[in-house]
């Protein structure tokens, strides 16, 4: 009788994260094996059978100690290219976090549009369909890409920490550009249900030019409330602590931090734990090995994604909404 349960795999980077997917699903890992060769080259092959399987591959592609971003690229289409060649009748790749993502656009002359070329990548091995958690720009990821992907979004787990921790709080969501105003009005309308009570709304400017971040002032009434600035993912932590800083200039009593994808680069650390942010909430789409026991440290919450990653993958395998 032919197996109908979905067949998850995981390079060893993101092995305890699948894991937990694993887990979740009620499914147990694959076995696959792993070489790395002398000279920087590896292989990855599935050690059990594929052949008209539905496969996943779960990998997050972030730097981290031992592996790069182009490691972790690399690892990935080989394998879903060997996934292909061993006949699985479907190989889907499942990214929480997508390298790559933001650079999505031409925003000068002879730019590379690497999301693009991303998705052409994963299409030439053979890949089926693509999945990831809370691209920067949602319109320009599905467009990308010539097979079915899916978009993942964390608000509803963000929203269910802060209705939890600040439901006795009068409120405020501040956008911190004009191309995250979307992802912020979804994440105030979530929390307003949640909460049964008006949520408001404010919106803060940023221009980036040769690398510089400069912050504008904020719109909206942050006087006497609590300000959420929610964001797809923390960086160098620049915008995060100009805006703070405006927020706390016009009167709110609190500012706190949700996004979904924690990279903590440079001196982010410094930043957002100078005190302007008394929470910052990210999941685990990206484990935060950048930030040392400190003051951020100490503000910083991290979300489980597996369980929605877990939803994704039944939903994708069973043909579910």
Not at 34 to 39: A, G, K
Not at 48 to 73: M, Q
Request: with cysteine; hydrophobic share 45%.
């Amino acid at each position: 009788m032919m197996n109908t349960e979905p067949m998850l795999f995981a390079p060893p980077a993101s092995h305890a994260y699948a894991q937990r997917v694993a887990t979740a699903l009620g499914v147990t890992l694959a076995e696959h094996e792993w070489r790395p060769y002398e000279d920087g080259e590896h292989e990855m092959r599935p050690l059990e059978s594929v052949r008209g399987r539905d496969v996943y591959v779960i990998h997050s592609l972030y730097a981290e100690p031992g592996h790069t971003v182009n490691d972790k690229l690399c690892e990935l289409l080989f394998f879903a290219g060997a996934l292909v060649d061993a006949s699985a009748a479907r190989v889907s790749i499942v990214a929480p976090y997508l390298c790559y993502a933001r650079k999505d656009r031409r925003s000068q002359a002879r730019d590379p549009v690497t999301t693009r070329y991303i998705a052409q990548l994963f299409e030439a091995v053979g890949t089926s369909r693509f999945a990831t958690l809370d691209v920067h720009n949602v319109t320009a990821y599905q467009n990308a890409f010539r097979i079915p992907t899916e978009h993942l979004e964390a608000n509803g787990l963000l929203t269910q920490w802060f209705a939890s921790h600040l439901h006795d709080r009068a409120l405020v969501v501040v956008s911190p550009d004009a191309g995250g105003v979307r992802r912020a009005e979804d994440f105030r309308a979530r929390l307003a249900r949640l909460l049964d009570k008006p949520v408001e709304a404010a919106f803060a400017g940023k221009l980036r030019a040769g690398g510089i971040v400069t912050g504008k002032p904020v719109v909206g009434d942050l006087e006497g409330r609590c300000a959420i600035i929610v964001d797809d993912l923390i960086g160098s932590g620049t915008t995060l602590s100009l805006i703070a800083g405006h927020c706390l200039a016009l009167g709110a009593t609190e500012v706190h931090a949700a996004a979904t994808h924690g990279l903590f680069l440079a001196n982010a650390c410094e930043k957002l734990g100078n005190g302007m942010l008394t929470s910052v909430v990210v999941t685990d789409s990206i484990e935060p090995w950048r930030v040392p026991n400190g003051a951020l440290l100490d503000r910083l919450s991290v979300l489980d994604s597996t369980p929605l990653v877990a939803q994704a993958i039944a939903h994708m395998h069973t043909g579910g909404g």
